[in-house]
């Protein structure tokens, strides 16, 4: 599986970005895919996950201001993030799980004014 992540770019604190992932397999079969990010100096933690039955996990951070989202004919995964924050900033990578594990290169999400 390769995974290819759009949407990254600089935006003023409060303002929205749509990060997207496009899979070369098709998303519709068993598995979890969902998005990463990682600051410079800290761990990778994870900001929302997917599965292919319908089930969404937010990190408390995320919750209430990002929304993840799949779209099986497009074999895309996104994450709609609004109300940004400077510390939302860091490299956001998408992950796949089935029986392997796949990453896809990072975007960089930088919010600052």
């Known amino acids: 599986v390769q995974l290819q992540a759009y949407g990254g770019g600089l935006v003023q604190p409060g303002g929205s970005l749509r990060l997207s992932c496009i899979s070369s397999r098709s998303i519709a079969g068993i598995n979890f895919i969902g998005w990463y990010r990682q600051a410079p100096g800290k761990q990778r933690e994870m900001v929302a996950d997917?599965?292919?039955?319908?089930?969404?996990l937010y990190a408390d951070f995320a919750k209430g201001r990002f929304t993840i989202s799949r779209d099986n004919a497009k074999n895309e995964v996104s994450l709609q993030m609004d109300s940004l924050k400077p510390e939302d900033t860091a490299v956001y990578y998408c992950k796949w799980v089935d029986r392997n594990t796949y990453w896809g290169q990072g975007t960089q999400v930088t919010v600052s004014s």
């Open positions: 997917s599965s292919s039955f319908g089930s969404k």
